[in-house]
């Protein structure tokens, strides 16, 4: 199968890589780029683990083909703290014990990050209806919405 060229950005760093036409982004980033914070997991959709922020939006990299972020911008949580200052949505996931068995932080941190740029200040029926894609498999969501409410509160102070 011919090759294609793609360049883009990914945490702030111009790439350019040869892809397969049907090579989805979640295997570009885990194998061809050994970011592996975004998590392989359904791969139909379903859990939100290896969501992204592609041009801010978060998108799931298991349902996207690579050859379509072409010329576009990727975040993923590797990208996302500033040398070794961590962004505020970690700090607050660290701080209020959202972390749990680390599985779906990745994509629920960059979720957080889309919805609090979108609105920074989202009520809690708004910020679970943001992350509903996101499946959380431990004991639930009420620390991931603490703190994601907590750091709007922080932001907007």
Known sequence: MKKLVIEFTINQQKRRLFVKPNDLLINIIRNDLFLTGSKYSCGIGECGACTVLLDGEPVLSCLTLAATVDGK??????????????????????????????????????????????????????????????????????????AIKSCAIEQNS
Not at 85 to 109: D, R, W, Y
Not at 112 to 122: D, R, S, Y
């Open 73 to 146: 911008e990727i975040t993923t949580i590797e990208g996302l703290a500033k040398g070794n200052e961590l962004h505020p949505i970690q700090i607050s996931f660290l701080k209020n014990a959202a972390v749990q068995c680390g599985f779906c932080t990745p994509s629920m941190i960059l979720t957080a990050t889309a919805l609090l740029k979108e609105n920074p200040n989202p009520t809690e029926d708004e910020i679970r209806d943001y992350i509903r894609g996101n499946i959380c498999r431990c004991t639930g969501y009420v620390q991931i919405v603490k």
